[in-house]
């Protein structure tokens, strides 16, 4: 919905190709992420997630801002590359730390919560009926804060 308030006339979308090089990246970054965790990672772990959290946040706070649509495509390709580099380390992190008999329950505990957690944002935030009826803009400047 940004890119569509971003460029309305719809003359410059380029959305599949968009989507197929975050698919590529994200890939090329979660391989990355596996190199890294062979390194002796746990000194710096909390710093790098951290620098990676804020510089998305930054991402989507650009991307929300710009009024060129191929800023918020590079926006939008950079945020999944850092996302699928953190969550590959994150998950090998909790999985090291666990039994292999509790691997499911947990991580779909985990998705279960997430899923939650992003339905009642949704309802709140996105939804006709809600309490906040934010624009796109407005949605992105509140999910990068």
């Known amino acids: 919905m940004l890119w569509l308030e971003i460029d309305p006339l719809q003359e410059n979308f ?44 930054g991402l989507i706070l650009i991307s929300s801002a710009t009024s060129s649509i191929y800023v918020s ?7 999944g590359i850092l996302f699928h580099f953190i969550i590959t380390i994150v998950t090998a992190f909790v999985a090291r730390l666990l039994s292999e008999d509790s691997f499911a329950l947990i991580f779909g505990i985990n998705t279960l919560v997430a899923l939650v957690i992003q339905s009642i944002f949704t309802v709140i935030f996105v939804a006709e009926t809600a309490s906040f009826t934010l624009t796109p803009r407005q949605q992105f400047d509140v999910f990068g804060y």
Do not use: P
Not at 44 to 50: C, E, K, P, R, S
Not at 73 to 79: D, P
């Open 73 to 79: 495509y590079i926006m939008y390709i950079l945020f």
């Open 14 to 57: 380029y959305n599949g190709a968009v989507e197929a090089l975050l698919t590529l990246f994200g890939a090329l970054s979660a391989t990355l992420a596996g190199h890294v965790l062979k390194t002796s990672f746990e000194k710096y772990d909390i710093y790098l997630l951290t620098l990676c959290s804020i510089i998305e946040g």
